[in-house]
C-alpha cells in the first residue's frame, strides 16, 4: 500500500510498524511510558565526589489528555564517622521543586532517604519544571 493522504478504518498491524512523521493519538488502550534517568553532577573538590547540583526536567504540555509524572525512588543518603570524642557525618540532601514551589527538602545523616512522587499534570494548565537538587556536606557535632 502506497498513499499520502486518506482514512483508514478498523486497521489491523500484525507485524512491526515505523512511524517516521509525527504519531497523534486520541485514544491509546495500554500505557506509553516516556523515561528520563540523569545522573546527579558532582563535586570534584570533595574528597568522595559527592552529589552537587540540580537536575531540571521539564515537562510540556503539548497533548490534549491529561497526564501523571511518574518519579521513581531517588534514594540518598548520609554516613556517621566515629572519631574519639566526635561525631563526624556525611550528610545529604534533596531538594525537589515544581515550577518553583518546595515539594520536598530532607537531609540524611547517618540514614538513607527515599523520595518518589506522582504529579497529576492535568492538560491545558502550561507546562511542568521539575527541579531536583542535590548537596552534600560534613556535620561535626561534639
Known amino acids: 500500500m502506497n498513499a499520502n493522504s486518506g482514512t483508514l478504518n ?10 517516521l512523521g509525527k504519531l497523534s493519538a486520541n485514544q491509546i488502550e495500554g500505557d506509553l511510558v516516556k523515561t528520563v534517568g540523569k545522573a546527579f553532577p558532582r563535586d ?15 515537562v510540556y504540555d ?4 491529561d497526564r501523571q509524572i511518574v518519579i521513581p525512588a531517588v534514594a540518598f543518603s548520609g554516613a556517621k564517622h566515629e572519631k574519639e570524642h566526635t ?36 492538560a491545558g494548565h502550561g507546562h ?10 560534613l556535620v561535626i557535632l561534639g
Open 87 to 122: 561525631d563526624i557525618y556525611s550528610s545529604c540532601r534533596l531538594i525537589v521543586r515544581k515550577n518553583g514551589a518546595e515539594i520536598y527538602n530532607r537531609t540524611a545523616l547517618d540514614n538513607t532517604l527515599i523520595y518518589s512522587g506522582v504529579i497529576d499534570m492535568p
Open 10 to 19: 478498523n486497521v489491523t498491524i500484525n507485524e512491526n510498524c515505523r512511524v
Open 44 to 58: 570534584s573538590r570533595a574528597p568522595e565526589r559527592w552529589p552537587s547540583g540540580t537536575i531540571t526536567v521539564r
Open 62 to 65: 503539548d497533548q490534549p489528555f
Open 128 to 137: 511542568m519544571t521539575l527541579e531536583f537538587s542535590v548537596s552534600a556536606w
